[in-house]
């Protein structure tokens, strides 16, 4: 099935630094939305965006809705290690169909 | 509000058996979505049922199969399961179809041996 391109796949990071992670496409999506993976439960929702251009917050987080329509960008301020885990970029597409298509997944890690 | 319940949180079944998943969404919620996550295919969309219908329908076999009942609440199908059935399997409400802002459930882990 079609995957959304997400990168980086893996980051290690200190405590304190800023990320920024992003999802691409081949084609349009109407939809974009961010979540978060703890290990053994499922995605949580993070933030969601619903038009282009739109940039939106969440605490420390911030995404961002591309022009194109085809990317979105996901920004983590001053991390913490409760930030750890694993980040997943969705998309809806425009043509129709109604499903979610889920980016490959980033993994972020916190070095001591 | 009770979030997204998966039941059970982990099985163990042998190839060749059957295994029903239970997911009851969140409490007004009609659209339950259903996916399969392994580390090599990350999360893939199986289908969807809205008020008692299968909306859309991922790229699986139909050894896969799934319902909805009156109550929203939705059950999953694997038969004769296989090795590569060893999965995370998700189960996310929303209240308009669609699946947008879908809430997820914390899985079933299911393991075939």
């Known amino acids: 099935g079609q995957q959304l391109n997400q990168s980086p796949q893996s980051m290690f990071i200190q405590e304190g630094e800023d990320v920024s992670m992003n999802c691409t496409s081949s084609?349009?999506?109407?939809?974009w939305l961010w979540y978060k993976q703890d290990p053994g439960e499922g995605p949580v929702l993070l933030i969601a965006?619903?038009?282009?251009?739109e940039l939106t917050s969440n605490g420390r987080l911030t995404a961002q809705f591309g022009i194109t329509r085809k990317d979105s960008f996901l920004n983590i301020s001053a991390s913490i290690p409760s930030d750890v885990g694993i980040y997943f970029c969705?998309?809806?597409?425009?043509?129709?169909?109604?499903?979610?298509?889920f980016g490959t997944g980033t993994r972020l890690t916190i070095i001591p | 509000k009770a979030g997204v319940t998966q039941t059970p949180r982990y099985l163990i079944k042998t190839r060749g058996q059957q295994v029903t998943l239970s997911c009851s969404p969140i409490?007004?919620?009609?659209?339950v979505s259903w996916y399969q996550q392994t580390p090599g295919q990350g999360l893939q969309f199986l289908f969807e049922?809205?008020?008692?219908?299968?909306?859309n329908k991922g790229n699986f076999p139909g050894r896969f199969s799934g319902r909805q009942f009156s109550n929203s609440r939705s059950e999953m199908n694997v038969s004769t399961l296989e090795l590569g059935d060893s999965a995370l399997y998700l189960c996310?409400?929303?209240?308009?179809?669609?699946?947008?802002?879908?809430?997820f459930g914390q899985g079933t882990r299911l393991t075939v041996v």
């Open positions: 969705a998309g809806q597409p425009n043509f129709g169909n109604e499903k979610l298509t």
């Open positions: 996310a409400s929303s209240y308009f179809a669609q699946n947008t802002e879908a809430f």
């Open positions: 049922y809205f008020s008692e219908t299968q909306r």
């Open positions: 084609s349009i999506f109407n939809t």
């Open positions: 409490s007004g919620h009609r659209s």
């Open positions: 965006l619903y038009k282009a251009g």
